[in-house]
């Protein structure tokens, strides 16, 4: 089943230079996609076309039958919560507990002067906490964000996607800031998610090895073309 087909996408941030020529590619349900290419190659621009964090120059993005390109704002607003993002930089809340960033990503900041337990659902902290349960986190939910690790954040930056239940996660450059270690937790877990979840997980990644071990499709991008797009395994032969 294809969950994400995108279309003849072209941007270009100017007149002069295209950041993206011609993408078009389709993605089939719970599968782990990487997108590999040297910096510059246009991965960031074409993930964040995906949810029109930036918008295409042309092109189509049908996600959920329906071109996302042309969505006005609140129908736009419904359809990016089934689209899931996490970030290099994990973009928390750093001064909110690892629980209240989890349930902002969803239900909005509820917290107020009556405290955050009295304003959430029962149902919506169970959510949660059963989240944050799998992804190795349920010691940590009363910690500030700023008081955890990378490989923290990024768990605490998967577990916020994940409450939104969606059926796209986007990833850029997700393991870009960690060490190796935390970096095969985080690969761990997107593989898992993928697999038990049936999400489809996009992810960029710098690094070629990483994207052989975890993909199940690669994509290559070479100065805003697609060069590549296979199996892992099929992927010395063309490098
Ligand atoms: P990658 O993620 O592969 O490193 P990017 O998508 O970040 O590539 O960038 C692709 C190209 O687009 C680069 O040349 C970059 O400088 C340019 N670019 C990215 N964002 C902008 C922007 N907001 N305005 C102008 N140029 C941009
Ligand atoms: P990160 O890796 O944390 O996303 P980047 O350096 O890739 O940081 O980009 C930070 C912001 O700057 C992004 O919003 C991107 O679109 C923008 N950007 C990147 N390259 C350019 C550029 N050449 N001109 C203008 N804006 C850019």
């Known amino acids: ?50 949810n029109r964090m ?3 120059s042309s092109g189509e993005v049908i996600f959920d039958d329906q071109n996302i390109v042309l969505l006005n704002k609140k129908r736009l607003r419904r359809t990016r919560a089934k689209i899931g993002m996490i ?14 960033n989890v349930l902002h990503g969803r239900f909005g900041y509820k ?18 906490l059963n989240i944050l349960q799998k992804l190795g986190m349920e010691d940590h939910i009363y910690k500030r964000c700023d008081q955890l690790s990378g490989g923290q ?25 960690l060490d190796p270690n935390a970096s095969k937790v985080i690969m761990d877990h997107l593989k898992e998610i993928s697999e038990t979840m049936g999400i ?24 805003g073309c697609k060069v590549f797009d296979d199996e892992p395994g099929k992927l010395n032969k063309f490098a």
């Open 111 to 128: 917290s107020t002067w009556q405290g955050l337990f009295n304003v959430y659902t029962e149902e919506e902290k169970m959510l949660a």
């Open 200 to 223: 489809t997980v996009l992810v960029n990644l710098h690094q070629v090895e990483v994207a052989t071990r975890y993909s199940d499709r690669i994509i290559g991008l070479s100065k």
């Open 87 to 100: 970030f290099q930089h994990y973009n928390l809340v750093s001064r909110l507990t690892v629980f209240e």
């Open 153 to 177: 954040k990024q768990r605490v930056g998967i577990a916020r996607a994940l409450v939104q239940e969606p059926k796209l996660l986007l990833c850029d450059e997700p393991i870009a800031s």
């Open 1 to 50: 089943k294809t969950i994400l087909q995108l279309n003849n996408i072209h941007k270009s941030y100017d007149q002069k230079n295209s950041v993206l020529n011609d993408i078009s590619l389709s993605l089939g349900e719970g599968q782990l996609i990487s997108i590999i290419g040297p910096s510059g190659a246009g991965k960031s621009t074409l993930l964040r076309c995906i």
């Open 54 to 56: 930036i918008e295409p």
